[in-house]
């Protein structure tokens, strides 16, 4: 019971998180005309502009947030953070200008940073033996926030542009008060690390954690699956349209199912896999499964086999948290929150980039002038992107290597 309430208020804060990106989707394309005045094409450039101000500031202040939790505590930066989200959510509702959501965007990717946090706590409350499944916990309760927060969205959606914002920021603020009563403090005397701005950067960051064995090609490693993975969000809509002529109702029913599969697989199958695997014969199976996964996706042609195949490509994506799990072994107790820090900012950098390669290939790949019509062509790069990995993992010290 010492951990169970602490956790369950973890991973609520995390689907909530997620929820708070995937809640306002549905709205957002009427939303910025209505404050911007403009069409549908320009709200959709200032959709690319807040949605990358959004990574942007996740990648800038993943670090600066994980190391004042190493310093200050896990609790107060949590409970502020949640706060500052409530709020935002509260000021984007009530938005009458494009240059207010801009702003609400860039705190939401602040306040949204506490990712680090959250996964420095489980590692905090967590045996060496059970970091990897319950990093696979935090995985899961992101992809119920992906696959609920669309779905409500939607719902909302009929009471106007700004309920769903409404919602988000009573959530966020059932949540903190939630945590302020049952959430402990984790950081003690003991491990707690004077805070540093040479750690709170990303650069510095990976600098400092990168003195320890193998941390730095765990962490380039961590950033090219991201990107290898992210081309599911990125470009999953365009290639179900143009192989099989989807509508959007089955490329969100596709999407709901991909997102159910990751959290079975992460939240629950990924404890087993560990114990008969280890987490380096994991991270090994993974990179597998998804090559394989990833080449199948690319040549498929049939609409009914492509929706078998969808969630069922979700049981390759263990490599994640078993590399969590790795990393967070192989560095002393006060730098948990610094390397979490490191990796929601690896994770930011992977959703700014992927996306950039992801389309431009789907767009060579699927133009009129295109000699060789392959609308699959971004999974073949995620593919190479397997090999990458696997050459990196396996090219790791010794010493890190055990």
């Known amino acids: 019971m010492k951990t169970r309430l602490p956790l369950t208020f973890i991973l609520i804060t995390l689907v909530i998180d997620a929820m708070g990106i995937g809640l306002v989707l549905p709205v957002m394309p009427d939303l ?4 911007s005045g403009g069409t549908l094409a320009e709200a959709a450039l200032w959709g690319g502009i807040l949605s990358t101000s959004f990574a942007v500031m996740q990648f800038l202040c993943g670090p600066m947030l994980g190391s004042l939790s190493d310093r200050y505590g896990r609790r107060p930066v949590l409970l502020v953070s949640l706060l500052v989200m409530s709020l935002d959510y509260l000021v984007i509702a009530l938005a009458g200008s494009i240059w207010v959501l801009l702003a609400g965007r ?3 990717g602040i306040a949204a940073s506490t990712q680090s946090t959250a996964t420095a706590f489980v590692a905090d409350i967590s045996s060496p033996s059970q970091k990897a499944a319950r990093f696979g916990m935090v995985g899961a309760a992101f992809g119920v926030g992906f696959v609920l927060g669309p779905l409500i969205g939607g719902v909302l959606a009929e009471y106007g ?6 919602m988000a920021s009573v959530l966020a603020a059932l949540n903190m008060v939630f945590g302020y009563f049952i959430l402990p403090e ?4 003991r491990i707690r690390r004077p805070f540093s701005w040479t750690r709170a950067n990303p650069l510095g960051a990976l600098m400092d954690l990168g003195r320890m064995d193998g941390v730095t090609r765990l962490v380039v490693m961590f950033f090219l699956y991201q990107v290898a993975f ?7 809509a365009y290639f179900a349209k143009a192989r099989f002529g989807w509508d959007p109702q089955m490329i969100g029913l596709s999407l709901a199912g991909f997102g159910i599969a990751l959290a079975v697989v992460q939240g629950w199958l990924i404890r087993y896999i560990l114990r008969w695997l280890g ?11 998804n090559t394989f996964a990833f080449i199948a996706l690319a040549f498929v042609a049939n609409g009914t086999l492509a929706l078998i195949l969808t969630p069922l490509t979700a ?3 263990v490599v994640t948290p078993a590399l969590q799990g790795l990393m967070s072994r192989a560095i002393p107790d006060n730098a948990q929150g610094g390397l979490q820090g490191l990796l929601t900012s690896a994770g930011a950098l992977a959703m700014i980039v992927s996306p950039l390669i992801m389309t431009q290939v789907f767009w060579v790949a699927t133009a009129d002038s295109t000699p060789f019509y392959l609308p699959g062509a971004p999974f073949l790069v995620s593919m190479v992107l397997m090999f990458a990995c696997g050459w990196v993992f396996m090219g790791r010290p010794r010493t890190a290597r055990a």
């Open 279 to 289: 987490d380096r014969g994991t991270v090994i199976y993974g990179l597998i499964f």
């Open 186 to 189: 984790t950081v003690t005397d």
């Open 230 to 236: 992210f081309v599911y969000p990125a470009i999953w």
């Open 161 to 166: 542009t700004r309920a769903p914002f409404y």
């Open 106 to 108: 860039i705190v939401g």
């Open 315 to 317: 049981l390759g994506a």
């Open 32 to 35: 910025i005309e209505q404050v």
